[in-house]
C-alpha cells in the first residue's frame, strides 16, 4: 500500500502540487505497474526476459534486478510516456480537480465525523466507475478498479492510501476557499491527500492499456490515530 500521505503533503497549498506530487511519484511507478506491455516482458512473452518470479511491484525493485538491456529501455520508455499522457489528461481536468480541492477545504471535518467527506468522495468514485464501499470503520471508504484480463495466478494489486479528517485548528489563511467550519481547518493537508487520490484514480479509470487492480482506500481519524485499526477490525483487507 503506498500512502499518499507521503507523496502529496503539500497538495492542499495548490492544485499545481496535486499535479506535480502525481507526476513525480504516482504517474510512472503505478502505470507502469499496470503496463500490458511491461506484464510480458515480466512474464517472458514480450521481447525480453528479466528473471522475476513473480514481477516485482516497484519500478526500483525492477531495476535492480532486471538483466536486460531492452527491459530497462522498455521501462524507461513507459515512465517517459506516463508522464506525458498525464499531463496531456490533467491540463483537460485542472479546474475540476482544483474544484474538488477547494470543497473538500472549505468544510472539514474532525476524525471519524467526515460523513460529508466521506459521501463526497464516494460520489465522485462512482462516477469515475469504481466498485465503492463506505462505512468502513465508520466513514471509510474503498474505492476499487479492476483494468484488463490479467491471465494466471499472478494478480497484480496495489493499495493507494489518503486520509480525510482535518484538525481543531481555526484556519489562519487568506485564501478564497478558506475554512467555513469555525474552529475546524485542514491544516494537515489531507484534503489535498484525497484529491490526489481521487485524480490518481479518474487518471488510471480512463487507460485500457492496464491490467490489474487498484484498492483507492480513503482513511478516516488519521490525527487520531484509531482510523487505520478501525478499517482493519472493520474487514479492510477481507
Known sequence: IWSFALIASAA????????RSLRNAFVGNVTTFFSKEMHLCLS????????????????????????????????????SGARTMFDTWFESREREIAGWLHDLHRHPELGFEEKRTAAFVASKLRDIGLEVTTGIGGTGVVGVLRKGQTKGTHVRAIGLRAELDALPIREQAAITYRSEVDGVSHACGHDGHAVTLLTAAAYLARRDDLEGTAGFIFQPAEELLDGARAMLADGLFE
Open 44 to 79: 517472458g512473452r514480450g521481447t525480453a526476459r528479466a528473471n522475476l518470479n513473480p514481477p516485482k511491484n516497484t519500478v526500483d525493485e525492477i531495476n535492480t534486478t532486471c538483466n536486460s538491456c531492452l527491459m530497462q529501455r522498455s521501462l524507461d520508455a513507459t515512465y
Open 12 to 19: 492542499s497549498t495548490s492544485n499545481r502540487n496535486v499535479r
